[in-house]
């Protein structure tokens, strides 16, 4: 991978790659009186390094800063969660693109279409927004801020964890209840030509309630 190649080369002198393949940089190291010797190894080596970032997609140098930003995510003592929520980044940042995009399009007449959208960028936004706030928590102060949803679910989970066989089984039966409530008055909504946002918002968070709740009764099984 050209990503990993520049890194480890970057890594090599010390510097981040943007100022690997900088002239400044490719100037101050060919001066070195240390490498006089292989001036013309180092020229070849830097420029080659220079060519390749500068042909890479953007995407592809965005994600070098990243890696270099939070390095920490590769250290074997970097929390799992936080690995976790990397992932729920980029997946954040898709829907964020991807809804902005749709709202972008839509007629002043959509209203209600507009405004749904609105919401998921928002939604999206959020999600994206208190992941990095996470992540600069812990590359400033190497302490886990534990706002970020991924926690709330955690602590969910657990809690979960600590219920009996009987307690567990009645919150799996209020969960599709709720689930079944909600899911009629989005339709209900959709039907009647009003905003089905706060119920479908309702239907989700029981969607995933009752999925975190099954995930729980497996696991049980499994033991």
């Not at 390094?49 to 990243?66: S, T």
């Not at 992932?87 to 709202?103: G, H, P, S, V």
């Amino acid at each position: 991978q050209d990503d990993a190649a520049l890194m480890d080369l970057a890594d090599s002198f010390g510097v981040t790659v943007d100022e690997l393949v900088s002239p400044e940089f490719q100037d101050r190291v060919l001066a070195m009186e240390e490498n006089e010797q292989r001036v013309e190894e180092l020229a070849d080596e830097l420029e080659t390094a220079r060519r390749k970032y500068a042909e890479a997609p953007e995407p592809v140098r965005k994600m070098i800063r990243f890696r270099e930003k939070y390095a920490f995510l590769n250290s074997p003592d970097c929390p799992d969660i936080l690995k976790v929520l990397v992932n729920d980044l980029f997946a954040a940042y898709d829907a964020y693109k991807t809804a902005f995009a749709r709202l972008q399009l839509l007629s002043d007449q959509a209203t209600a279409e507009a405004a749904t959208e609105a919401e998921k960028v928002v939604t999206a936004y959020l999600a994206n927004r208190e992941i990095w706030d996470e992540l600069e928590h812990y590359r400033t102060t190497g302490q886990i801020l534990g706002k970020a949803a991924k926690f709330r679910e955690a602590e969910a989970t657990e809690d979960l964890a600590a219920l009996s066989d009987l307690d567990l089984a009645k919150k799996l039966s209020s969960a599709r209840a709720n689930q079944s409530k909600h899911s009629k008055a989005v339709k209900e909504a959709e039907a009647a030509g009003d905003d089905p946002a706060k119920a479908a918002a309702a239907l989700e968070r029981w969607t995933e309630t009752r999925e975190r709740i099954e995930a729980e009764i497996e696991r049980r099984k499994k033991k």
